[in-house]
């Protein structure tokens, strides 16, 4: 089982993944995206989806039109692990 974040590796993530935050009384991080339209939107949520289910770490997120709010987590560890800096890093280059 993957473990969480080591306290070099929460430093680092400012500098790996600088669109997205630390979660506030959750250990996660979340990145909010805008499109332009329901439509876009919605196509990024299958691209995701797709990456997410082969890697078999899914996110928590809502959309609402044309934005959509991913936070990654791992929940069998409870709280951020490399699984969610991996899946992060994928989503972004997605955009
Ligand atoms: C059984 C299956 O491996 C688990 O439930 C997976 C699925 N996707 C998951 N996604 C996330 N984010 N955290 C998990 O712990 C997790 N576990």
Redesign the pocket.
């Known amino acids: 089982m993957a473990k969480t974040l080591s306290d070099a590796e929460r430093a680092e993530l400012a500098d790996t993944l600088p669109d997205w935050a630390l979660v506030e009384g959750r250990d996660a991080i979340r990145r909010v995206f805008k499109f332009a339209d329901f439509s876009a939107a919605f196509g990024f949520m299958t691209r995701v989806a797709l990456i997410a289910e082969k890697a078999?770490?899914?996110?928590?997120w809502s959309n609402s039109y044309d934005t959509v709010t991913v936070e990654?987590?791992?929940?069998?560890?409870g709280g951020l692990s490399s699984?969610?800096i991996r899946l992060a890093k994928a989503i972004d280059a997605l955009r």
Not at 72 to 77: I, Q
Request: hydrophobic share 15%; aromatic share 0%; no cysteine.
């Open positions: 078999n770490h899914h996110p928590d990654l987590t791992s929940h069998d560890v699984r969610d």
